[in-house]
């Protein structure tokens, strides 16, 4: 009867998780065991993630135009303490991760498929903050994950302009997980999620913090004069804190729009003296265009963009438009703005 319990695991937990998420199955499969699931101790190679999964799993986390097109990772370590899983949160281990992402056209209805698949993605989001977390055992360990990579690196280029410099984010010693109210580290999922019956709240804090992290221009290919330009970002910590309302009558705001506790940073420059503005520009151009995406969340895509939509997209943070050009220069000539 054990014999037919453990088979029956491995089916349905194993092979089944394992296939939806990953590429590599039968490589994965090889080094886990149901030993050692039990002993909470699962370490792998190397792991080359299923994209489409990833983009489901990450879909609250990156910019909505941004189409996840390869993850690998290696030095994998997952350790899950079960004689306490309900106060210790489960710690996942990488050495490596490497992410592509390519920033999709809205207007590009070649892609439809892409669009309709974040559409879906959207309204599920929307469903599942309609029921708010309760204070239970699966929201807890689901919601105290402790991931820990020592180097993550993500491409990022436009669609179509496989010719033109794309960005390289480098990322080491990072960390996201719970945190104290203080912000400070922790494994105790008792001090990062904290019911408040008498309120009718769950109280969370989660924290983000790096070592480094490296904003690089890499030149376009086959450009052998242009030189990288990079800005790094030393040492950051950041905390968030947010409150989940427990009656179903309410709606859960996720932890990212929640109050900021702590924000510091070492210091900010450019990795390889005086940053060009042409580069800093390119920088800008890219990342306004992926962070402006955001804002066509909920809205049909795949086909042409209503003036507004395509206003936003076509705004970069930082420059200004014909609009506001023209309300100053009437201002400063004594006109009507």
Same mark, same amino acid.
């Given at each position: 009867?054990? $014999?037919?319990?453990?088979?029956?695991?491995?089916?349905?937990?194993?092979?089944?998780?394992?296939?939806?998420?990953?590429?590599?199955?039968?490589?994965?499969?090889?080094?886990?065991? @149901?030993?050692?699931?039990?002993?909470?101790?699962?370490?792998?190679?190397?792991?080359?993630?299923?994209?489409?999964?990833?983009?489901?799993?990450?879909?609250?986390?990156?910019?909505? #135009?941004?189409?996840?097109?390869?993850?690998?990772?290696?030095? @994998?370590?997952?350790?899950?303490?079960?004689?306490?899983?309900?106060?210790?949160?489960?710690?996942?281990?990488?050495?490596?991760?490497?992410?592509?992402?390519?920033?999709?056209?809205?207007?590009?209805?070649?892609?439809?498929?892409?669009?309709?698949?974040?559409?879906?993605?959207?309204?599920?989001?929307?469903?599942?903050?309609?029921?708010?977390?309760?204070?239970?055992?699966?929201?807890?360990?689901?919601?105290?994950?402790?991931?820990?990579?020592?180097?993550?690196?993500?491409?990022?280029?436009?669609?179509?302009?496989?010719?033109?410099?794309?960005?390289?984010?480098?990322?080491?010693?990072?960390?996201? $997980?719970?945190?104290?109210?203080?912000?400070?580290?922790?494994?105790?999922?008792?001090?990062? @999620?904290?019911?408040?019956?008498?309120? $009718?709240?769950?109280?969370?804090?989660?924290?983000?913090?790096?070592?480094?992290?490296?904003?690089?221009?890499?030149?376009?290919? $086959?450009?052998?004069?242009?030189?990288?330009?990079?800005?790094?970002?030393?040492?950051?910590?950041?905390?968030?804190?947010?409150?989940?309302?427990s009656s179903r009558s309410c709606h859960e705001a996720p932890f990212y729009v929640a109050s900021v506790l702590?924000?510091?940073?070492?210091?900010?420059?450019? #990795?390889?003296?005086?940053?060009?503005?042409?580069?800093?520009?390119? @920088?800008?151009?890219?990342?306004?265009?992926?962070?402006?995406?955001?804002?066509?969340?909920?809205?049909?895509?795949?086909?042409?963009?209503?003036?507004?939509?395509?206003?936003?997209?076509?705004v970069v943070p930082g420059e200004t438009t014909a609009t506001e050009q023209t309300s100053m220069e009437d201002e400063e000539c004594g006109g009507e703005p």
């Amino acid at each position: 009867m054990a $014999g037919v319990s453990l088979g029956m695991l491995k089916h349905y937990f194993l092979e089944r998780v394992v296939r939806h998420y990953v590429e590599n199955v039968d490589q994965v499969l090889e080094q886990v065991s @149901i030993s050692s699931l039990l002993f909470g101790s699962v370490k792998l190679d190397e792991v080359q993630f299923v994209p489409e999964a990833l983009q489901d799993a990450l879909f609250s986390y990156i910019f909505f #135009a941004c189409q996840i097109t390869k993850v690998l990772a290696t030095g @994998i370590d997952v350790s899950v303490d079960w004689l306490s899983i309900s106060t210790t949160s489960m710690q996942i281990k990488a050495k490596t991760m490497e992410m592509d992402l390519v920033l999709q056209d809205p207007q590009d209805s070649t892609i439809r498929t892409f669009w309709d698949a974040q559409g879906l993605r959207h309204k599920a989001e929307q469903e599942a903050l309609a029921i708010p977390a309760e204070s239970t055992l699966l929201y807890k360990v689901s919601g105290g994950f402790d991931l820990s990579v020592e180097s993550l690196v993500v491409h990022l280029r436009a669609a179509g302009e496989d010719t033109s410099p794309h960005l390289r984010l480098s990322m080491s010693g990072l960390r996201y $997980g719970p945190s104290t109210p203080s912000g400070a580290p922790t494994h105790d999922l008792d001090m990062a @999620i904290r019911p408040e019956p008498s309120q $009718g709240e769950v109280a969370y804090s989660y924290g983000l913090s790096w070592e480094s992290f490296v904003i690089a221009l890499v030149p376009a290919s $086959g450009d052998a004069e242009a030189e990288e330009a990079a800005i790094v970002i030393d040492g950051m910590d950041l905390n968030s804190q947010g409150r989940t309302p427990s009656s179903r009558s309410c709606h859960e705001a996720p932890f990212y729009v929640a109050s900021v506790l702590l924000v510091q940073m070492r210091e900010i420059r450019a #990795a390889n003296g005086p940053l060009p503005l042409d580069a800093l520009c390119a @920088i800008v151009r890219l990342l306004g265009r992926a962070v402006s995406s955001d804002s066509l969340r909920g809205k049909p895509l795949g086909q042409e963009l209503d003036s507004t939509a395509q206003a936003s997209l076509d705004v970069v943070p930082g420059e200004t438009t014909a609009t506001e050009q023209t309300s100053m220069e009437d201002e400063e000539c004594g006109g009507e703005p």
